[in-house]
């Protein structure tokens, strides 16, 4: 299994620009779960599907943010104009119900200057 | 919402010591309880959970105790190595295979 992937590993973009991140989850998990990891912030999760249904999305900082599941493999993160307090690492992760552990993938650096 | 807070944010032990961080939850519905290990530059990755109907758990060097009473639940390594050293994450959630709160992680540095 190549685990939860994520596209790009690192972006750099500047102040309004629009920025997508990619995420392919394990094959067979119905879960996924969007994820941001500052120093200020810690690990907070955005928005998580259930079978590419949006459940939560409780923690999208705004509406610059928007996240999609158009199909069971596949999941992106958008960011409409980005901002340089955008920079962070994104992470992706899945699982699958009645297995509790949740796969994160490598993640997606941003910098946005 | 749930709201975890974990303790210490820095722990420095000699390796063979042991380490222990603690962590609080305030929802009384949670009832599964992981714990992430972050080393730099990687992914978190599970090390060891538990749920609400067991006191503790442990694998190898490393275990876990719930108290839900108090509701708190702390990490425990024996024999510490080199390896040990990186960021530890405490969750809680309600629903099991769903929605994770994170603490704020503790920055554990094993020295040799």
């Known amino acids: 299994d190549a685990g939860v992937i994520q596209s790009p590993r690192h972006e750099v973009t500047e102040m309004g620009q629009e920025v997508t991140l990619r995420c392919k989850p394990i094959s067979g998990h119905d879960y996924l779960f969007w994820y941001r990891q500052t120093m200020m912030r810690g690990l907070e999760l955005l928005i998580y599907f259930n079978n590419n249904v949006p459940i939560d999305d409780s923690g999208m900082p705004e509406d610059r943010f928007s996240a999609k599941m158009p199909n069971a493999s596949f999941s992106t993160l958008k960011i409409q104009p980005s901002e340089p307090r955008d920079s962070a690492v994104y992470f992706c992760?899945?699982?699958?119900?009645?297995?509790?552990?949740?796969?994160f993938g490598p993640g997606t650096r941003l910098t946005v200057t | 919402g749930e709201n975890v807070e974990q303790h210490p944010s820095t722990l420095s032990v000699q390796e063979g010591d042991s380490a222990v961080i603690k962590c609080t939850y305030s929802?009384?519905?949670?009832?599964?309880f992981p714990w992430y290990k972050q080393e730099l530059g990687k992914r978190p990755q599970l090390i060891i959970d538990?749920?609400?109907?067991?006191g503790e758990k442990k694998d190898q060097r490393i275990a876990v105790t719930l108290n839900k009473t108090a509701k708190h639940f702390s990490l425990h390594i024996t024999e510490t190595q080199p390896e040990d050293s990186a960021v530890y994450f405490c969750a809680a959630s309600t629903d099991s295979w769903g929605k994770l709160q994170f603490g704020a992680g503790t920055q554990v540095v094993v020295t040799p």
């Open positions: 929802d009384s519905a949670s009832n599964y």
């Open positions: 992760a899945s699982s699958r119900t009645e297995k509790y552990e949740q796969y």
């Open positions: 538990i749920r609400s109907n067991v």
